[in-house]
């Protein structure tokens, strides 16, 4: 016989028990609805076991709030009913675990989940009037294995009235709580910025919830810079920000916080510093090959500058792989090292004389910004004037001079292939081939 409760006769059945919170007397089930099988999530409050009925203001709070949202980032509220021990309260199931069981994201999923949970507190904060959570932490989102991100538990919800009586109880968690929150101070909604941000230091350094409060120092401030080396300056800061005792030195609300945190990247990114942009070449001589270098350098001794070279392409040119081309090449085409002088050729011997070639290089790198683009101009060598008309004058004055003088034909050939080879080698100089 199973232990669990009862609630067919409400449409219910409990499948297995998925949490179970002795101070509050809440434990969460996951069930069935029996008419179309859907999985749920029952909360059943026992306030009649517990002896402690205040929290039945949080059940009525999180049902009022939960009515009136919807929103792909929060579990939609179904169905709530009355029990012989207390109440509880139907959602949508999503099969997904909390941040407070230890996985291992990768930087750009930390951010994706900063992004989507700045998503649905703007959410709430557009609403009218504005609603604040009030218990942003670990616990309170799910993540799955597809990544998508929800905001559970709004118990603590507060909608509108944002001004909190000095003789209210601070309710919410210690170590994600603002300092206006712990203080019973009017609340902004820039409150629970504060949490997430508080939820994303834990994430990010592996701290514990019930071990957040010992990162604070004696300032207030959420001392974890030094936990994260490799975070680069510009996301710490944003974190610092969301983080900062002052409700006006943070953001001002969800909104701003994801705006400022959209263009940041999470790890700290090599510094690509180059010597110079352009290129120019000027070949003096028929067929020469022009090198040129420019100076790689990245001042961040924490991180390894890795880049490769690519010709973008151009209408004249055939098409060619990014790695290869007709007439440019590099050395190396690729590199990861912080110091390196990238050779730069161009093979004149394969363009006409006398002309102007303007290409751009592409070098793609791990620095910010990724791509980086350089021109350059190819000024190619002159084809040489009496070499270029001396074999047909030579042709001519044959021809001529053979119609009058009793040259015998043997010498004619021997003269015309002579003409003709002067002429390959004046277009070979030419045109290249």
Same mark, same amino acid.
């Given at each position: 016989?199973?232990?669990?409760?009862?609630?067919?006769?409400?449409?219910?059945?409990?499948?297995?028990?998925?949490?179970?919170?002795?101070?509050?007397?809440?434990?969460?089930?996951?069930?069935?609805?029996?008419?179309?099988?859907?999985?749920?999530? /029952?909360?059943?409050?026992?306030?009649?076991?517990?002896?402690?009925?205040?929290?039945?203001?949080?059940?009525?709070?999180?049902?009022?709030?939960?009515?009136?949202?919807?929103?792909?980032?929060?579990?939609?509220?179904?169905?709530?009913?009355?029990?012989?021990?207390?109440?509880?309260?139907?959602?949508?199931?999503?099969?997904?675990?909390?941040?407070?069981?230890?996985?291992?994201?990768?930087? &750009?999923?930390?951010?994706?989940?900063? /992004?989507?949970?700045?998503?649905?507190?703007?959410?709430?904060?557009?609403?009218?009037?504005?609603? /604040?959570?009030? &218990?942003?932490?670990?616990?309170?989102?799910?993540? &799955?294995?597809?990544?998508?991100?929800?905001?559970?538990?709004?118990?603590?919800?507060?909608?509108?009235?944002?001004?909190?009586?000095?003789?209210?109880?601070?309710?919410?968690?210690?170590?994600?709580?603002?300092?206006?929150?712990?203080?019973?101070?009017?609340?902004?909604?820039?409150?629970?910025?504060?949490?997430?941000?508080?939820?994303?230091?834990?994430?990010?350094?592996?701290?514990?919830?019930?071990?957040?409060?010992?990162?604070?120092?004696?300032?207030?401030?959420?001392?974890?810079?030094?936990?994260?080396?490799?975070?680069?300056?510009?996301?710490?800061?944003?974190?610092?920000?969301?983080?900062?005792?002052?409700?006006?030195?943070?953001?001002?609300?969800?909104?701003?916080?994801?705006?400022?945190?959209?263009?940041?990247?999470?790890?700290?990114?090599?510094?690509?510093?180059?010597?110079?942009?352009?290129?120019?070449?000027?070949?003096?001589?028929?067929?020469?090959?022009?090198?040129?270098?420019?100076?790689?350098?990245?001042?961040?001794?924490?991180?390894?500058?890795?880049?490769?070279?690519?010709?973008?392409? @151009?209408?004249? &040119?055939?098409? @060619?792989?990014?790695?290869?081309?007709?007439?440019?090449?590099?050395?190396?085409?690729?590199?990861?090292?912080?110091?390196?002088?990238?050779?730069?050729?161009?093979?004149?011997?394969?363009?006409?004389?006398?002309?102007?070639?303007?290409?751009?290089?592409?070098?793609?790198?791990?620095?910010?910004?990724?791509?980086?683009?350089?021109?350059?101009?190819?000024?190619?060598?002159?084809?040489?004037?009496?070499?270029?008309?001396?074999?047909?004058?030579?042709?001519?004055?044959?021809?001529?001079?053979?119609?009058?003088?009793?040259?015998?034909?043997?010498?004619? @050939?021997?003269?015309?292939?002579?003409?003709?080879?002067?002429?390959?080698?004046?277009?070979?100089?030419?045109?290249?081939?």
């Amino acid at each position: 016989m199973s232990d669990f409760p009862d609630f067919t006769s409400y449409g219910f059945t409990v499948v297995r028990e998925l949490g179970y919170n002795h101070n509050g007397g809440r434990v969460t089930y996951l069930g069935k609805q029996i008419d179309s099988q859907e999985e749920v999530v /029952i909360k059943q409050f026992q306030f009649a076991r517990s002896q402690d009925w205040r929290g039945f203001k949080a059940y009525e709070r999180e049902i009022q709030v939960l009515q009136g949202l919807n929103h792909p980032g929060i579990p939609r509220y179904l169905n709530s009913f009355e029990t012989s021990s207390g109440f509880c309260m139907v959602q949508e199931y999503k099969n997904a675990q909390t941040l407070a069981v230890r996985r291992s994201f990768a930087p &750009d999923e930390i951010k994706q989940i900063a /992004i989507d949970i700045l998503e649905i507190l703007g959410y709430l904060q557009s609403r009218i009037p504005p609603i /604040i959570h009030r &218990d942003i932490k670990p616990e309170n989102i799910l993540v &799955d294995l597809e990544m998508n991100v929800y905001l559970i538990d709004f118990g603590l919800a507060r909608i509108g009235d944002l001004e909190v009586a000095m003789s209210s109880v601070a309710l919410g968690t210690l170590g994600f709580m603002a300092p206006e929150q712990i203080y019973s101070r009017q609340l902004t909604e820039a409150t629970d910025l504060y949490s997430l941000g508080a939820t994303l230091i834990g994430l990010l350094t592996g701290t514990k919830s019930t071990a957040m409060d010992t990162l604070i120092d004696e300032d207030g401030r959420i001392a974890f810079q030094h936990l994260v080396p490799k975070l680069s300056l510009r996301f710490i800061e944003w974190l610092a920000k969301m983080v900062h005792p002052k409700v006006k030195e943070r953001f001002q609300n969800a909104e701003a916080a994801l705006e400022a945190l959209k263009p940041v990247y999470i790890i700290r990114l090599p510094e690509l510093k180059v010597n110079q942009s352009s290129l120019q070449f000027n070949a003096t001589e028929l067929g020469a090959r022009l090198t040129q270098a420019i100076a790689l350098s990245n001042s961040i001794s924490e991180t390894v500058l890795e880049g490769r070279w690519e010709v973008a392409s @151009h209408e004249s &040119d055939p098409p @060619h792989t990014p790695e290869i081309h007709a007439w440019i090449s590099f050395k190396p085409e690729s590199f990861a090292t912080n110091h390196l002088d990238c050779r730069i050729t161009v093979d004149t011997k394969k363009l006409m004389a006398g002309k102007v070639y303007q290409r751009q290089l592409k070098l793609y790198t791990n620095s910010h910004p990724e791509i980086r683009i350089f021109d350059i101009e190819v000024q190619t060598a002159n084809l040489p004037i009496k070499g270029k008309q001396l074999p047909f004058l030579w042709l001519l004055l044959l021809i001529a001079t053979s119609s009058i003088l009793p040259i015998e034909i043997s010498y004619i @050939h021997k003269a015309y292939e002579i003409m003709s080879q002067k002429i390959l080698e004046v277009w070979y100089h030419s045109y290249g081939f």
